[in-house]
């Protein structure tokens, strides 16, 4: 008999495919937020008038805009839009762009609930993986600022507690997390997403494969998780592929952003992932690749050396992709390759050199030491970057 608990998110609700402007004015007055701090992406700020739509809704409740989050979301970035956060009194965080600006707005609620004003103080708020592979959080206060945030990408930060933030000293990117660093609301419009660049929206997507992919095939799924997960991939991979053939098509755009929706609901429940996220994170905070790449690059290879674990499980995702005949890595392999994304390591600009840093990193991540094939060291992460390469 299965048995278990379902954790529901501390997030009042998900608005989606009502226009931003209509949306946030809604949640805006709901919460009866008076000063607004606004976190978004420099492009968007720069190129477009998304943001200046903000401020339009907005009007008197703006509190100011902060357009200078680094990729990884460095700790001095992070700091420097607490501190203004801090003097403008904000109540309220909207962020409007990817997932670095996403974990930023958490870490901002973060520093203000933990009087974090220097980067180094975040020292103390970092989680700790140890040997054995668990993680050690320490005490962390609430946030004392929660966000709405409207995402432009599909990485789907935007439905956990947890924010990854990049010690540039030191170049590792680490984790935080409090449960209410997760935000109040999320407002899914596609016409938003249309203005960020084709590879990025198409890579975090491949991301969001990776949520359902590693989700589906965990050492410790659930009913619930499966059943998002396999509905995630047949929604991505239909719409990816949509967005690709034409970009404006909004309806793909959103079945997009509803399939990534979905494909984090595993990580509400505690669904461990696998050596795809674990080395992902390594990957992005110490040779600097998008989020979205280190998906393209890990998760086929990762795939092909799970199968002897859980094959059964790997033709889910095979069906799911609408490929039932492949194995699920040639699956995967294969959406990537049909959206123009890259497939190894050498196309993202990873060293040779880098690789053996990366693999030791690599055993300090705690989905490494949860993947369905035990890796039981830094050669055995290697052989998967040698694969990768």
Known sequence: MIRGTHRYPPMDRV?????????????VARLDARAVYVMASGTLNRETDVIDGVRRVLGNRLAGVCAKIGAHTPRVDVVAAANEARAARA??????????????????????????SAPEQLDRFRAIITAD????????KAPAV????????????????FAGCTDTVRHVKESFGHALMMPQAVILDPAVTVHTPE???????????????????????????????????????????????????????????????????????????????????????????????????????????NVTANADRQKWVSEALG????????AVAALIAGLGLPGTLRDVGVNPEQLDGIAVGSMHDRWVHTNPRKIDGPPAVRALLDAAW
């Not at 592979?133 to 962390?140: L, N, Y």
């Not at 929660?146 to 507690?161: C, I, K, M, Q, W």
Request: net charge negative; hydrophobic share 40%.
């Open 15 to 27: 608005i989606y495919g009502i226009p931003l402007a209509e949306a946030l004015a809604e949640e």
């Open 91 to 116: 109540d309220l965080i909207v962020t409007v762009g990817g997932g670095s600006v996403t974990d930023a707005a958490k870490m901002v609620g973060l520093c203000l609930g933990n009087d974090v």
């Open 133 to 140: 592979g668990k993680t050690e959080r320490p005490p962390i």
């Open 146 to 161: 929660r966000s709405v945030d409207v995402p432009t990408t599909l990485s789907a930060g935007e439905f956990t507690p």
């Open 199 to 305: 590879w990025l929206f198409l890579s975090t997507g491949i991301r969001a494969v990776d949520h359902a992919v590693e989700s589906l095939c965990s050492i410790a799924p659930t009913p619930f998780s499966d059943g998002t997960s396999l509905q995630a991939l047949r929604l991505l991979s239909a719409g990816l592929s949509a967005v690709k053939a034409n970009p404006q098509d909004l309806e793909a755009r959103l079945n997009c952003q509803m399939g990534a929706w979905m494909s984090i609901m595993g990580s509400h429940n505690g669904v461990p992932m696998g050596a795809s996220h674990g080395i992902g994170h390594v990957l992005g905070g110490t040779a600097n690749v998008p989020h979205g790449y280190t998906s393209c690059v890990m998760l086929p290879h990762v795939l092909r050396f």
């Open 323 to 330: 490929r039932p005949g492949d194995s699920a890595g040639d």
